[in-house]
């Protein structure tokens, strides 16, 4: 069974750019999360997808970033315009839909390296 | 809003030595999970070992266990017979059981396992 795959592995843009990241789920897992990492720091919550339907975007920073998650399936995540404090690593992880009280664990992707010059 | 402390930065230790890996954490919830996650070298995530709050036995998986003491909110992570490859970064999360579902993680602890 395939894991969590995410797209690019690494990506360099200018300031000001934008950037879109994608990640690919456990086939079948309704829930999809995105986190990231700047350099130095915990990990940190984005938002979190049930199917297509965004669930909790609490961690989104600013209204640069723009996630997305059609028909249920793959994941994206736009960054527009780009800023120095983006630079970081991305992840992307998913788990099966869990029954009231149990929290089913999250299967994470390698990440996205993102470096923003 | 709960936080997890790893106050471990990095850590070495010989091979086939016993090693353990503190975390604390602070929240008000009765019923939550605490995980212990590795990320080698090769940047894929995994899951090393999960505990239910409500659970009084620790978990264990091989050569991993956990001591939980939920009274001083601490989750250490122990490592027997240490491999070359538990080499990573080792991060310690919670999630509450009720309401969002994500996962709070701490700094990361950096161990490398020395030949």
């Known amino acids: 069974e395939a894991g969590v795959t995410q797209f690019p592995s690494h990506s360099v843009i200018e300031k000001g750019q934008t950037v879109t990241l994608r990640c690919d789920p456990i086939?079948?897992?309704?829930?999809l999360y995105w986190y990231r990492r700047v350099m130095g720091k915990e990990i940190k919550f984005l938002l979190h997808?049930?199917?297509?339907?965004?669930?909790?975007e609490s961690g989104m920073p600013n209204n640069r970033f723009l996630a997305e998650r059609t028909g249920g399936t793959y994941s994206t995540l736009k960054v527009q315009p780009a800023e120095l404090e983006d630079s970081g690593v991305y992840f992307c992880?998913?788990?099966?839909?869990?029954?009231?009280?149990?929290?089913?664990?999250?299967?994470f992707g390698p990440g996205t390296r993102l470096l923003v010059l | 809003a709960q936080t997890v402390t790893q106050s471990q930065p990095e850590m070495s230790v010989q091979e086939a030595e016993t090693v353990t890996l503190s975390c604390t954490y602070d929240?008000?919830?009765?019923?939550?999970?605490l995980f212990w996650y590795k990320q080698p070298p090769s940047r894929q995530m995994i899951l090393v070992i999960r505990?239910?709050?409500?659970?009084?036995q620790n978990a264990t998986e091989n050569r991993f266990s956990v001591n939980f003491q939920k009274a001083a909110k601490s989750f250490s992570l122990k490592i027997s017979d240490s491999q070359l490859g538990d080499t990573a970064m080792y991060f310690c999360?919670?999630?509450?059981?009720?309401?969002?579902?994500?996962?709070?993680f701490g700094q990361g602890t950096r161990l490398t396992i020395n030949p």
């Open positions: 992880a998913s788990s099966q839909f869990g029954l009231a009280g149990v929290r089913e664990t999250q299967y």
């Open positions: 086939s079948g897992h309704d829930n």
């Open positions: 997808f049930v199917k297509e339907s965004k669930q909790d």
């Open positions: 929240t008000s919830e009765n019923n939550y999970y």
């Open positions: 505990q239910e709050a409500y659970k009084q």
């Open positions: 999360a919670f999630m509450k059981i009720q309401g969002a579902q994500k996962l709070v």
